[in-house]
């Protein structure tokens, strides 16, 4: 039987090698105003191999609300899973444990979402380099505006694709319940097809013009270390999100703009395996994955995705040599030199 909820708010914040981030991300949480009787903190060691659990410990020695789930390294899906269905909270705030929270930002933000009982609460981030949080001073803030939303319009009018980020949103745990809403395990990118399925279920949101949320810039994040795994990875999340294709409840401008997300995503993966895969066996390789198992992924608004797909289908070598050679004649060579020697 599921546990009764009691608190307002958990805080779900896994943990895996983020030894030198770790404390900011903790020490944020208890900066936002809130009584600590009405919210949880709940940490999922998911196996970290460095020193991150030693930085904090005094901080969770001090605070009677943090709650430590340890596991062994199973990923951030799993990880977030897990706290999901440990928490008692009524909302659920996903916090990546090398990101932070603006100071006394959230309240407001929490209060509304209790308030209005809606499914989802999605406000602003801001980004920021390592530096930028070293020497951080006060953050302007905008005024505190707020739009009543279906999920459908939300999806449809806020959701930038290159943007699935599931941090800078407050859940109704019910919602993620009864709409049976878990990460897909044992994916990078898992925040794609959550995010768009969390938006297509959700009926009644807020979205919140209001900065809460900094997202930390590293160097040697996922995206800036591209490998043959996260490639492979990359394409079950896209097939994952691509299955939502096949849902009753889609209209045709549903379908059609997440369609056009997926290419965004499929686009930009593939640009990722020609910029960072250096040997072409395993671009082939990945090219191979992804159509025999992608065999969803197929796009057909517009005479270049119909050409790309069926090049996909049919010829998968031949379209990501042509992919390779485009990157390194056309985007490495001719339009640096257009820039800078003939429109500059």
């Known amino acids: 039987m599921e546990e009764t909820i009691n608190l307002a708010l958990s805080i779900i914040v896994p943990v895996y090698n983020v030894e030198d981030y770790i404390r900011l991300c903790i020490e944020s949480i208890f900066r936002q105003g809130l009584d600590e009787d009405s919210f949880e903190v709940i940490i999922v060691n998911d196996g970290t191999q460095d020193h991150s659990m030693e930085v904090i410990q005094d901080i ?3 605070h009677k ?22 928490a008692k909270g ?20 929490f209060e509304k979402a209790i308030e209005s009982q809606v499914d989802l609460v999605v406000a602003d ?8 949080i070293i020497n951080l001073q006060a953050i302007p803030q905008k005024d505190f505006c707020i739009q009543k939303k279906t999920g459908e319009q939300l999806f449809l009018e806020d959701l930038n694709p290159n943007e ?33 399925e969390c938006y297509l279920k959700a009926k009644q949101c807020l979205r919140i013009f209001w900065n809460f949320y900094i997202y930390r810039q590293r160097s040697n994040s996922i995206t800036h270390s591209f490998n043959k795994e996260n490639a492979i990875k990359y394409c079950i999340a896209i097939s994952r999100t691509m299955d939502l294709t096949h849902s009753n409840f889609l209209n045709s401008a549903i379908d059609h703009k997440l369609r056009e997300d997926m290419w965004t995503s499929f686009s930009f993966m593939i640009r990722l395996v ?4 250096k040997k072409d066996k395993d671009r082939i390789e990945i ?11 197929s796009f057909h608004n517009g005479k270049r995705q119909i050409i ?33 020697h003939l429109k500059g």
């Open 125 to 132: 981030f801001i980004r920021m380099t390592n530096e930028e």
């Open 308 to 340: 790309i797909s069926f090049l996909l289908q049919n010829t998968p070598h031949l379209f990501i040599r042509l992919r390779y050679f485009y990157k390194i004649i056309i985007e490495d060579r001719v339009l640096p030199f257009y820039y800078h």
């Open 60 to 62: 969770i020695d001090q």
């Open 164 to 196: 699935c980020y599931v941090w800078h949103t407050l859940y109704n745990k019910n919602f993620l319940i009864e709409a049976n809403l878990k990460f897909y395990p044992n994916i990078k990118y898992e925040d794609i097809p959550f995010t768009h």
């Open 287 to 297: 090219i191979d994955y992804i159509r025999k198992e992608g065999k969803n992924i």
């Open 274 to 277: 020609c910029k960072s895969i």
């Open 65 to 86: 609300n943090i709650i430590v789930i340890n596991q062994e390294n199973l990923g951030l899906s799993l990880a977030r899973n897990n706290g999901i269905s440990k």
């Open 90 to 109: 009524q909302y659920i705030l996903m916090l990546d444990s090398d990101d932070l929270l603006i100071d006394n930002s959230l309240k407001p933000l």
